[in-house]
């Protein structure tokens, strides 16, 4: 029986090595983002992991803002919280896609997408809270942001497929296909 135990033991502690943290979520507060003339729009990302086992240990991620300004490196370890937050300026108004990805020799597996609005009419005509965060691949319903509830649904392809002969492409409720 001891021998059973120690035999599981070993094959979870396998498992475990082998598993990596995943990017679970990322947020931004506030969003949208006041801007006034002058005044840099100052927010607080926020990214979670989700760990497989209690022995992941280190993860390591980058996040890119959207505006063309510094990557922030974000990493794990041992201990941590699930989440981490940095802070971060916005220089001029706008609409920008933050994208977080892992990197480095512990890269954590997953990416996440959010839209952060800085300023402007249409940042003000949202709710304050938390921005969505949907998969990469898939893009927001504007018109189901309801404070924390929204809808995802995948992103359509930049251009039609190509399909065979005899067969035409169609696009309709959120599929894509040859028919």
Do not use: Q
């Not at 993860?59 to 941590?80: M, Q, T, Y």
């Amino acid at each position: 029986m001891a021998r059973i135990l120690l035999l599981g033991l070993l094959m979870l502690g396998a498992k475990a090595a082998l598993a990596t943290p995943r990017i679970e979520s990322v947020s931004v507060r506030p969003n949208p983002v006041p801007f006034t003339t002058g005044k840099a729009g100052d927010v607080v990302i926020a990214v979670s992991i989700e760990r497989p086992t209690p022995l992941d240990l280190r993860c390591e991620a980058v996040v890119d803002p959207g505006d063309g300004g510094r990557e922030i490196h974000l990493a794990w370890d041992f201990g941590d919280s699930r989440t981490k937050t940095a802070r971060y300026e916005y220089r001029k108004p706008g609409t920008y896609r933050i994208k977080v990805k892992g990197s480095g020799s512990h890269s954590c597996t997953g990416e996440r997408e959010l839209t952060v609005r800085v300023g402007g009419a249409s940042a003000r005509s949202r709710p304050p809270g938390k921005g969505p965060s949907c998969p990469l691949g898939w893009a927001l319903l504007e018109d189901t942001l309801d404070g924390p509830r929204y809808t995802c649904r995948p992103r359509p392809p930049t251009r039609p497929l190509k399909c065979a002969e005899g067969t035409t492409y169609f696009a309709e409720r959120g599929e894509i296909g040859c028919r």
